[in-house]
C-alpha cells in the first residue's frame, strides 16, 4: 500500500453502528490505503500529571498515530458533541505540550446516526477540535450517515448499492487528499 490510515471508531459501545460503518469502509478503501484500527478505550481520563510520565497505554497511542500517514475518525454525536471517550483520546494524543501528535497529520471525519442529521453537529466540534490540533482535514467530501436498520452489516457489509458507491469513493477521494496534503508535509518521523 502507498499509505497507512488508522481509524479510531468513536464509540466504545459492542453493538456500535460507527464500528459497523468502519468495517464497511476498511472494505470500500482503495487498495493504496492500509487500514488499521487505533484503539483508544483503555486510556484513563487524562490529566497534565500525566505529563512528565506517560503510562504505556497512552504511548502506544501517541506511537500508533505518529506510525501511520493519516487518521480517519468514524464516529457518532453524543449530545451534539464527540463522545467524551473520543475527546479524551485525543486530549492524551495532543499532550505533552510541544508533542501534539496531530499536527500536519491529515485526517478526515465521517460518522453514522439512526437521526437523519447523521452526526453533523457532532462533526462541526470534531472539526474545531482538530483544526485546534493543526490537523489537515478533508473539507469535501462531507460524510453524514444516517443508519438505517440493516444498512450495513455486522462484518461491514453495505446492503444498499449507493451508500456503497458513496463510501467508496468518500475513501478514494480521503486517499487523493492524503497525497495532497503529504506532498506538502511529508510525514514526520
Ligand atoms: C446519543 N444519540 C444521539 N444521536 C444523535 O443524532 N445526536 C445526539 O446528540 C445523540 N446523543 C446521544 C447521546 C448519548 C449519550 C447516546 C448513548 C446516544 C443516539 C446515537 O446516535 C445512537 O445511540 C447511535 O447508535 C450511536 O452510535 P454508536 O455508538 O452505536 O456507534
Not at 29 to 52: T, V
Not at 87 to 112: C, E, M, V
Not at 116 to 145: D, R, W
Request: proline share 6%; hydrophobic share 40%; with cysteine.
Amino acid at each position: 500500500s502507498d499509505f497507512t490510515v488508522g481509524y479510531l471508531v468513536g464509540s466504545l459501545a459492542k453493538g456500535s453502528l460507527n464500528r459497523k460503518l468502519a468495517k464497511a469502509l476498511v472494505r470500500l478503501a482503495p487498495s493504496e490505503l492500509a487500514m488499521r484500527e487505533i484503539p483508544f478505550g483503555e486510556l484513563p481520563l487524562y490529566s497534565y500529571d500525566y505529563d512528565s510520565d506517560y503510562p504505556e497505554v497512552a504511548r502506544k497511542l501517541k506511537d500508533a498515530i505518529a506510525a501511520v500517514d493519516a487518521v480517519l475518525f468514524v464516529t457518532p454525536e453524543y449530545n451534539r458533541s464527540i463522545p467524551g471517550g473520543l475527546k479524551n483520546a485525543i486530549d492524551w494524543a495532543s499532550r505533552p505540550y510541544g508533542q501534539n501528535s496531530f499536527t500536519r497529520k491529515p485526517s478526515a471525519i465521517i460518522g453514522t446516526s439512526p437521526g437523519s442529521i447523521g452526526t453533523a453537529v457532532g462533526q462541526q466540534h470534531l472539526k474545531s477540535i482538530l483544526s485546534f490540533c493543526n490537523s489537515p482535514m478533508m473539507n469535501a467530501v462531507e460524510a453524514y450517515i444516517q443508519f438505517t436498520p440493516g444498512l450495513v452489516s455486522d462484518d461491514g457489509e453495505v446492503s444498499v448499492a449507493s451508500t456503497e458507491d458513496f463510501l467508496r469513493s468518500y475513501m478514494a477521494e480521503f486517499k487523493d487528499f492524503i497525497e495532497r496534503v503529504l506532498s506538502v508535509y511529508p510525514r514526520q518521523a
